[in-house]
């Protein structure tokens, strides 16, 4: 079946899903966004990433014509549009871009002078990038590009201008070609990698950056609740690299993986430099609250050979 995207108002085939050269999400990048994923085909927690797209929207002023509530409706309509084309154990991604809507060049690129371009579709969610980073680790490095100063840019806007992650992440490949970024501000404080928020664990406490210069992740939120109801104490605060160099584990959270352990971080071993007993904790902590084994899930995409 052809996918069906909902595009401003309306759920069409994805062949007739056209959006303007002129819309200010082309020329000017200026598009705020969420990315959800299902787990068994069921959204998990839509309406929180939702409540967080109408913050993005409403600090970068950009008006969606519609309230939350409608725009949780018109998503899962367009989920159950395109669940049959799911198998089961396979699931997806639920990605919201919000633009400004038609661009007009002159002396005034705040106005909104159309109604937004609404854009909703789902992915598959392919986990094959990411599936042996649950058991081997990755290797995390610090790219030479700082994030973009909160001053500036607020990192909590989730937002489509993607160009100094993706340049980041490039840098930090340059050192590995399997690495993970994390990206320092420019304090040198660790804020976050190209599409994810950073942990450690330190004597048993787990640590994460506070929002001052990341986004606020929706799977940072998961990890810290699901710390916080097995007693493990967790702090946000600053971290430098030495802190990733002394930590007994390192590692990523982000929607499509949840969980990636890092056992290595600009070349050296993370604690013992092996996926670590908190972070495979929390890891079988989530798979139970989702009622998926997340890990078995993203290794079965594996060739077999590869599986394990
Ligand atoms: C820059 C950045 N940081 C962190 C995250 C993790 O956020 P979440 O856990 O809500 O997916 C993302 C997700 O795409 C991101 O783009």
């Not at 299902?38 to 409540?51: A, V």
């Not at 500036?152 to 489509?160: C, E, H, T, Y």
């Not at 001052?212 to 699901?226: D, E, H, K, P």
Request: include cysteine; aromatic fraction near 8%.
């Amino acid at each position: 079946m052809t996918r069906q995207v909902y595009l401003s108002g309306q759920l069409v085939a994805e062949e007739d899903a056209k959006i303007s050269i002129f819309d200010s999400a082309v020329l000017l990048g200026d598009t705020v966004t969420e990315s959800t994923r299902t787990f068994g085909h069921c959204p998990f927690k839509l309406s929180e990433h939702i409540h967080r797209l109408y913050k993005s929207l409403k600090v970068a002023r950009i008006d969606p014509g519609m309230n939350a509530d409608e725009m949780l409706n018109v998503t899962l309509r367009m989920l159950e549009a395109n669940l049959p084309d799911y198998r089961e154990g396979d699931d997806c991604w639920i990605v919201h871009n919000i633009s400004r809507g038609a661009f007009i060049p002159g002396p005034d690129p705040t106005v909104q002078r159309s109604v937004a371009t609404v854009m909703i579709y789902t992915q598959p969610l392919d986990l094959r990038g990411w599936a042996k980073f649950y058991t081997d680790g990755c290797h995390a490095v610090t790219p030479m590009s700082r994030i973009i100063p909160s001053q500036s840019l607020d990192a909590r806007i989730k937002n489509r201008s993607r160009m100094a992650y993706t340049l980041a992440e490039m840098e930090a490949k340059l050192v590995d070609p399997e690495a993970q970024s994390v990206i320092l501000d420019i304090h040198g404080n660790v804020a976050e990698n190209k599409g994810g928020n950073v942990f450690i664990v330190s004597d048993g406490v787990l640590k994460t950056p506070r929002t001052t210069n990341c986004l606020a992740g929706i799977s940072r939120a998961t990890v810290m609740q699901l710390a916080r109801l097995r007693n493990i104490c967790v702090e946000e605060t600053e971290l430098q690299p030495y802190d990733l160099y002394t930590a007994d584990e390192v590692f990523f959270t982000s929607t499509p993986y949840c969980i990636m352990p890092a056992t290595k971080f600009n070349g050296l071993p993370v604690g013992d430099g092996q996926v670590g007993p908190m972070t495979q904790r929390l890891l079988r902590a989530w798979s139970e609250f989702v009622g998926l084994d997340i890990v078995r899930q993203a290794r079965k995409q594996l060739p077999a050979s590869e599986a394990g």
